[in-house]
């Protein structure tokens, strides 16, 4: 089932979730993956540009996990997968925002797994290094990048959204029943 919904829009945010749970029942695993890396220089950040940022990459987090709890208690659990990313932890120039919002969602995470730990439901972040999508293959790998890239994840092969995948699927199964409140990292090694 694909529902789309501007997840900038915290009605239609929630509007997604009712649609889900209406056809399907509660929710019991939320992977909140949405994004935009897009590069921007600080000194051309105004206050618009800076609000959008956050509405894509942090502020959907919190309302889809404040949609998706009631249905996760009725349950008797569940599991909230956050998305973060490397550079709220490397040398990353050239995406203040992004990696400001990167951040706060690792925050997010903390709090709200030890908020509703009572309740069964686990919340943890994956942190993804350099992931070859699509999109990073088409719009910023180059010669240059991937020295650097070289220069710094241990592992020499790229990753892969199935290497992030994998992670996601451990954390969302009972496997994991035991882990909340943790940031996973799957960066090859980034040092």
């Known amino acids: ?111 709200l797994a030890r908020e509703f730990g009572p309740d069964r439901i686990r919340v943890n972040c994956v942190i993804p290094g350099w992931v070859f999508t699509e999109r990073q293959l088409a719009q910023l790998v180059t010669p240059e990048t991937l020295a650097k890239l070289d220069q710094v994840q241990s592992l020499k092969d790229n990753i892969m959204p199935a290497d992030v995948a994998r992670m996601v699927l451990w954390l969302a199964a009972d496997d994991s029943a035991m882990c909340t409140g943790q940031k996973w990292i799957v960066d090859g090694g980034w040092m």
Not at 5 to 20: G, K, L, N, T, Y
Not at 46 to 69: G, M, P, S, T
């Open 1 to 111: 089932m694909f529902v789309e919904a501007d997840v900038r829009d915290v009605a239609e945010v929630r509007a997604a979730v009712e649609e889900v749970t209406d056809r399907l029942g509660p929710v019991s695993i939320l992977v909140n993956n949405a994004a935009n890396d897009e590069r921007h220089d600080s000194a051309t950040v105004d206050e618009a540009y800076w609000d959008n940022a956050i509405a894509v990459n942090l502020k959907h987090h919190f309302f889809a996990i404040q949609a998706v709890v009631p249905g996760m208690r009725a349950l008797g659990g569940g599991s909230i997968v956050n998305l973060g990313s490397i550079s709220a932890h490397a040398d990353f120039v050239g995406l203040p925002a992004y990696v400001t919002s990167k951040a706060g969602i690792e925050g997010l995470t903390r709090t």
